[in-house]
Structures are given as structure tokens and as C-alpha cells.
């Protein structure tokens, strides 16, 4: 009989399929690094905590605190996002959580490259390193933005893994150094999905504009839009298209790709976006735009301004209450025409599908708080299923249509808002900005009559004249960003850091309340106050800290 010892040398080798730190201390090692950093965006990862489809990078569940969307679909289905909408929030929430996990992973990842760079002696990885802390900023802008109060970990807690730093503050000064660091490692080549300097610099201009440094914000976002390689896409529906993909109005995205199995690649966190019903027999009904984001396409008839003051005051026509069965006439008043890519409405052109037919594909009921809209720019264009529709675990639907987290518009648009708010206010330069954009959508080719040979409504939109003064300017600005960016994840944030969120959403509950017409709406909302500003620590994660995090004032 043969006796054999065990060996200890399974203690030294890799298991089969891993790799050893000292396989990765190299080119190849960093940029499978750095692929994965860039893969967290989508918020797909293992391990991954809370709501699944609140992980993304797209932000749409964000809309629905503010007056851009319903959570969609019946008030029963998904207790939790139901919550978010109606200002029910708990510290618990899987919403909630789902983010905070999925940005702390894609900034573990970021610093993982990081460190992996600082181990290898020889090399040029100043372009890796460039992106990695690109990255790492944009995972932590979106935590700032998000939290408020969140724990900054550095590569050297990764190394250590010293995973539980205390959330003393705002993370601004690191956000500020990362994309810095990026802005000079970056070389300025435009590469589809990669970060350039083009685009750190971008989102540095952000940064400040969110603290409110409106000087150092211009400069830098008026550099990029005068210098950049960047314009605006002739049409506005390809920032939402297969074939405007990576186009040059897109500057960063989520590069989502889609196939005939089941994929990871495509948009999972969208998934319930989708009529629940429609021409693809889609789930889930979720991501309704509200009556009042249409309200403010309306325009004046004369001018082709929006109604800034006033565009609550009257409600575009809505098939709201009236079955598919019966006679619907879409409105006739005059209407920016990005509303209908926006937007879906009864009696108007679904994305080439023919024209919607109104409730027969909208899930919600009469009773329900979700209206009578359907979400255009996240679903396919007709012709563009094959190219862009993929299949998720049950039957589900992971769109492969890119999200723009930033786009040209974005920056003639952040590049107006400090023009106005600057220390020498320079109103000639915002409106040339803001005119750029409104110019871009008088010009387009607009969504069409069924038969195709005339405009679907009565579109009506010209750029402004003048800025009769500052206090226009901010308002014209402003508005011209829902405007812009509608159902795009934008909103509430620009709502908080203008200091209206309060003011602007208790009206919108107030005004949607009596455009549903619904006497039990108004009372399942509760009150927005200064606590909603910022989304609540996780309170799975504070627990894991064992305290060490704090929770934001309110909750």
C-alpha cells in the first residue's frame, strides 16, 4: 500500500480560473482592471445588495421623486418604489440600498486599479490612471449627490481593506483631486465609452457647479464647449437611438449592447420600463411621465417660448379616464416638439409603432396614480428591435440603448447656468447657449402624422430674443433644462441643488392631484421637506458599520 502526504502548495497556487496578483502587474492586468471599473456603471455586479433595478446608472427612479414620472404601473405593484414616490421613505428601503452598494462597488473597483498601477515598477500607465480616477470621481459625485454624507475610501483602505471609515462630510475635495488627476493624464482622443480629458474636464465643471463655484465652473465648461470635439447631433431622437449611438453629442456613456439570449450587457436595470402590453407585449408598465412634465412643453403661440409662469395653469390635452374604445382628439395648442420624443401619447406615433392607442397599453389603472403616459426615450425604435432588444431571466426586456450620463447638450447648458450666476454675469454668452439647444430642436425633423406627410401636432418653438435681466435668465435656463432632459434621470438633482425642490414638488402634487382627478390622490403623498434633499444612509449599512456611519438628519 502506497501512502501520499498532502501537499500545502494548493495554499500558493491560484484556484482554476482566478488570477494571481503577480499575473495581473502588467498591461494586460490593468486594463482587465480598468474594464471592470468601467463595467460597474451599469450596476451589475456580484454580490450586489438592495434593489436590483435601482443599481443602474441611468438614474429613472430618481424622476419619479421629482415631477418628471410616476413610478408607473399599479399603486400595489413594487410596494417599496411606491414608497419613494410618495414620500414614504425608510431607512431600509432595498432602493435605496441598491445604489449606495452598486457606486461603493464601482468605486472599489476603481481603486483597485489604482493600486494594481502603484505595484508595477516599470511602464507608462499615466493613461489608466487617468481613467481609473475619472472613475473613482464619478462613482463618488454620484454617492455626493445621492448621500451627502458618505465615507471616502482611499487605496490605501482597499489595500488594507479598511472598509469602515466614518461619513464625516461632504467627499467634494476628493471628488475635485480625482477628476484633476484625470484631466492631467488624459490624453484628449475620443474613444467610444472611455473617458477623455474632454470629458473630465466636463464633469469637474460640474462638481463645481453643484458647490455653486460658478467661476471655476464656467471656465472650465465654457472651455469644452468652445474647444471640445463635441456638438450637438443635428437629431434630437439620436441621443435615444441604436444609430446615434456614440454619435457627437454623446461624451460619456453606458455602453449597453443587447443579444438574441439571455445578456448582462444590456440595460437590466431599465427592465420595467417598458408598456405593459404595447407592440412587443412588454412588462412592466413602470416609468409613467406625469401630466404636469407635458404641461411644460406648451408653448407660446406667438413667440415659440415656453410658458415659464404659466404652464401649470392649463393641461395638454390627456386620454386620462377615457378607455381605447372611445373617440380621443390629441391636443391641438402649440408644443415644443421634444415633447413627442419624450413623451408617449394617445393619438401620436410611438417610436415607428404606429400611433398609441391610449389605455389599452398602459397598465395603471383610472385608480391608480400613475396617468396616462408612456416613456419614448428609453424603448426601441421600430426598426431598430433586432439591434436593440435583448431578454432577461423572466421573460424580461434589457434594452441595448446606450444612457448618455453626459451629453453636449449638458455642458452648453451647465456652461449657460454659470454664465448667469458668475461674479460679472454674462447673459450674452447663456443665451447664445441656451439658444444653441432650442435652435437644435426648431430645426429636427419632427415626429410625424400617421399618414406621414405632416407634423403629429402643432409644434411651435423659436429660440429667445434677449435676457431681459439675470432673474429671466436663471428661469429661462432652468427651464430649459426639463425641457432638454426630460425622463433622461436628471431632475430631482437639479432640483436640490437649486434650493426648489420642496417649493416645485409640493405644487406638482398638488397640480397632478387635480389633473388626475383622483379625490384620494393628493392623500397618498406625503409632504416633501429639507430631509428629502438628500436619499438616507442604508440602514443595512450603517449596522454593518457597527455604527461607524451616521445616518443624514431626519431619518
Known amino acids: 500500500m502506497m501512502l501520499g502526504a498532502c501537499s500545502d502548495d494548493f495554499t500558493e497556487i491560484a484556484p482554476t480560473g482566478a ?26 455586479r456580484i454580490g450586489r445588495l438592495g434593489e436590483g433595478v435601482s443599481a443602474g446608472g441611468d438614474n429613472w427612479w430618481t424622476d419619479v421623486v421629482a415631477d418628471d414620472a410616476h413610478r408607473g404601473s399599479t399603486d400595489g405593484d413594487n410596494p417599496e418604489l411606491f414608497q419613494v414616490e410618495t414620500l414614504d421613505w425608510q431607512t431600509g428601503n432595498g432602493w435605496f440600498l441598491g445604489r449606495w452598494s452598486a457606486l461603493f462597488g464601482g468605486v472599489n473597483s476603481a481603486n483597485a486599479v489604482i493600486s494594481l498601477i502603484q505595484t508595477i515598477p516599470d511602464g507608462d500607465f499615466s493613461q489608466q490612471l487617468g481613467e481609473a480616477s475619472f472613475l473613482r470621481g464619478y462613482y463618488y459625485f454620484e454617492l455626493q449627490k445621492f448621500y451627502g454624507n458618505v465615507p471616502f475610501i482611499s487605496v490605501e483602505n482597499l489595500d488594507n481593506l479598511e472598509f469602515n471609515q466614518p461619513n464625516s462630510g461632504p467627499v467634494w475635495s476628493q471628488i475635485e483631486a480625482d477628476l484633476q488627476v484625470a484631466i492631467d493624464n488624459l490624453g484628449p482622443e475620443v474613444v467610444n465609452g472611455r473617458a477623455n480629458s474632454w470629458v473630465a474636464k466636463a464633469f469637474l465643471g460640474k462638481a463645481y457647479l453643484y458647490q455653486e463655484k460658478w467661476d471655476e465652473a464656467f471656465s472650465l465648461l465654457n472651455e469644452v464647449a468652445t474647444e471640445s470635439p463635441y456638438t450637438l447631433n443635428p437629431e434630437y431622437v439620436s441621443n435615444f437611438n441604436f444609430a446615434g449611438e456614440n454619435s457627437s453629442e454623446s461624451m460619456f456613456a453606458i455602453q449597453f449592447v443587447s443579444d438574441d439570449g439571455r445578456s448582462f450587457n444590456g440595460n437590466g436595470a431599465g427592465t420595467l420600463n417598458f408598456p405593459g402590453g404595447g407592440p412587443l407585449g412588454t412588462c412592466c408598465g413602470f416609468y409613467q411621465p406625469t401630466q404636469d412634465l407635458v404641461n411644460a412643453y406648451q408653448t407660446d403661440d406667438a413667440t415659440g417660448q415656453p410658458l415659464l409662469d404659466t404652464f401649470a395653469n392649463t ?30 401619447r394617445r393619438g401620436i406615433d410611438y417610436n415607428g409603432f404606429g400611433l398609441n392607442p391610449g389605455k389599452e397599453w398602459i397598465r395603471a389603472t383610472f385608480n391608480d396614480i400613475s396617468g396616462p403616459y408612456l416613456p419614448k426615450k428609453n424603448i426601441y425604435q421600430a426598426d431598430e428591435v433586432d439591434a436593440n432588444r435583448g431578454t432577461g431571466g423572466w421573460g424580461s426586456d434589457w434594452s441595448g440603448i446606450n444612457y448618455n450620463v453626459m451629453r453636449f447638450a449638458d455642458v452648453l447648458l451647465m456652461a449657460a447656468e454659470a454664465a448667469v450666476e458668475k461674479t460679472s454675469p454674462d447673459l450674452t454668452v447663456a443665451l447664445d447657449y441656451v439658444n444653441q439647444v432650442r435652435n437644435r430642436a426648431k430645426n429636427m425633423t419632427y415626429v410625424q402624422n400617421e399618414a406621414g406627410d405632416g ?75 429639507e430631509k428629502f434633499d438628500l436619499f438616507p444612509i442604508p440602514i443595512n449599512a450603517i449596522d454593518q458599520s457597527g455604527g461607524i456611519l451616521e445616518q443624514n438628519s431626519g431619518y
Open 19 to 44: 488570477l494571481s496578483d503577480e499575473a495581473l502587474q502588467n498591461a494586460t492586468g490593468v486594463d482587465l482592471k480598468l474594464t471592470a471599473a468601467y463595467s460597474a456603471m451599469d450596476g451589475e
Open 315 to 344: 393641461d395638454v390635452k390627456s386620454d386620462y379616464g377615457i378607455e381605447s374604445s372611445a373617440d380621443f382628439t390629441p391636443h391641438t395648442g402649440p408644443l415644443d416638439p421634444r415633447l413627442d420624443y419624450t413623451v408617449s
Open 455 to 529: 407634423d403629429a401636432a402643432n409644434y411651435v418653438i423659436e429660440p429667445y430674443g434677449a435676457f431681459a435681466g439675470q432673474e429671466f435668465a436663471r428661469k429661462a435656463v432652468r427651464f430649459e433644462r426639463r425641457l432638454e432632459f426630460g425622463m433622461e434621470g436628471h431632475r430631482l438633482f437639479d432640483l436640490r441643488r437649486w434650493g426648489v425642490a420642496a417649493e416645485v414638488i409640493n405644487a406638482y402634487i398638488a397640480n397632478e392631484s387635480a389633473d388626475i382627478d383622483d379625490a384620494s390622490y393628493g392623500t397618498k403623498f406625503g409632504t416633501y421637506t
